[in-house]
Every structure is written in structure tokens, then in C-alpha cells.
């Protein structure tokens, strides 16, 4: 069934947004004081963005739940999204992720309040490497999404294929294994559309929204993505 823009747009724009709300939700109840979940650890905030991607593939089933740029480029390099609805599903994440960012904020207003630390307000929103080195951060992100894009390829055609709770699961291992350099955004869209809500949010207190790093996140999944599409479309082509 052919999807009109608005419909694509609408579909990932609350799928995203769910997945970003409840991930960003899961590291604020880890990082800001006064959390019933305070210092959970990051095997929390591995299973907190897993069940955030598990909520998100629901709502947004109707578009397929690429819920990601990464997914989107991916499936249009290996042929199986039109690259005519490509603006459209991008367009949508993006403007979940803000959304989903903001949601977020606001149920945690109180702790952004309590806390003192700028590093972990923006750690809330959005990604950042335990060693900076702009090149290796890079190669890991493009290594996270390969498997993230990849194993959905094996699965099918749209994330959806495969089941929510099969690619919460993937996501939890990615985390789990390869995400500790970076945090692993393996989305842009999930890194960039919270960090632009932070630099917009009047939150107290709060450091700068560390740009220069941003392009890693950014560009590091959709090199992931694209990758992992031509290495689909030959393997499983």
C-alpha cells in the first residue's frame, strides 16, 4: 500500500517520538539526582532504549518503523524504500526526536532543576564518546549501525518485519556490546533532534550542546546504514 507523504510523516514522526521519550527518559531516571533509578548503570539504559524501540516499531508499524535515518537510507540504497518518500520518513524522525526530547524534559523538569552537572543534562539528550577521537568515534557509529541495518535486512524488508520485540533485543545487544565508546546513537535522528531540543530548552543551568561533536552521530549511522544496505541487497538480494 502506498503511503501519501503526510501519512509516512505522521507515523514516524510518533514512533520516533516514543522512542526518543522513553530512551531519554531512561537516562535522565539513571543520571539527574534524586531518580528512583539514580546510578541504575548502563545495562538500564541499554534495556530503557530497547524497550523504547520496541514501543516505537508499534506505533509507527503502519509506515514500516524505520524510526531511524539510518534504516531509511539503508532501505532505499538496497531498493526497497522509494527514494521519493525518503524526505518524508526523515523529515518525520527528526521532527519526533524534538518532540520526543521535549516530552522528556518536562517529566524531569524538577531533577533538571535539582542537578548541577551540565555534562549529564546533555548526556540525557544526546550522545557523547568516553574517548574523544573524532575519527575512531566515527568508525564505531558506522559499526554499530551496519549491525543494526544489516540484521534488519536478514529479517525482511522493514524493521516491522521482523517483530518489536526482536529488534529491542538487537538494539539491548548493540548497546551492550558495542556501545560503550560512544553511548551508540546508530540513529540520527535520536541523537540530533534531542540535542537541538537542548539548546533550545531553557533548562537550568545548562553547559553548551557540544556541536562539534555532532557530525559523528550524525554522519557515522547513515555511513553505517548506507553500508549495510549495499551489503544487503548483494547478500540477501
Known amino acids: 500500500m502506498d503511503l501519501s507523504f503526510g501519512e509516512i510523516f505522521l507515523s514516524e514522526m510518533l514512533g520516533t517520538g516514543m522512542l526518543v521519550l522513553l530512551g ?18 548502563w545495562l538500564l539504559i541499554n534495556f530503557g532504549w530497547g524497550i523504547g524501540v520496541f ?13 531511524n535515518p539510518a534504516v531509511t537510507f539503508g532501505l532505499a540504497v538496497e531498493g526497497t524504500t522509494s527514494w521519493s ?13 524534538i518532540l520526543g526530547a521535549v516530552v ?11 542537578g548541577d552537572e551540565p555534562g549529564k543534562k546533555l548526556a540525557v539528550f544526546s550522545t557523547g564518546p568516553e574517548i574523544r577521537n573524532y575519527g575512531w568515534n566515527f568508525v564505531t557509529e558506522v559499526i554499530g549501525t551496519f ?11 522493514h524493521p516491522i518485519d521482523i517483530g518489536p520485540v526482536a529488534v529491542a533485543l538487537l538494539v539491548v545487544g548493540i548497546g ?3 556501545g560503550g565508546p560512544t553511548g551508540y546513537a546508530i540513529n540520527p535522528a535520536r541523537d540530533l533532534g534531542p540535542r537541538i531540543a537542548h539548546a533550545l530548552l531553557p533548562i537550568k543551568d545548562k553547559g553548551p550542546s557540544d556541536w562539534s561533536y555532532a557530525w559523528v552521530p550524525t554522519a557515522g549511522p547513515i555511513v553505517g546504514g548506507v553500508l549495510a544496505g549495499l551489503a544487503g541487497g548483494a547478500f540477501y538480494g
Open 55 to 67: 514501543a516505537g516499531v508499534y506505533v509507527a508499524a503502519e509506515s514500516g518503523a524505520h524510526i
Open 104 to 114: 522528556a524534559y518536562l517529566a524531569y523538569k524538577q531533577h533538571f532543576d535539582a
Open 147 to 157: 549491525v543494526l541495518v544489516f540484521v534488519v535486512l536478514s529479517f525482511g524488508p
Open 85 to 97: 518518500d525518503v524526505p518524508a520518513y526523515v523529515t518525520g524522525q527528526l521532527a519526533g526526536a
Open 24 to 41: 531519554c527518559g531512561v537516562v535522565a531516571n539513571v543520571v539527574l539526582p534524586r531518580n528512583k533509578g539514580f546510578d541504575g548503570g
Open 176 to 178: 551492550a556490546s558495542l
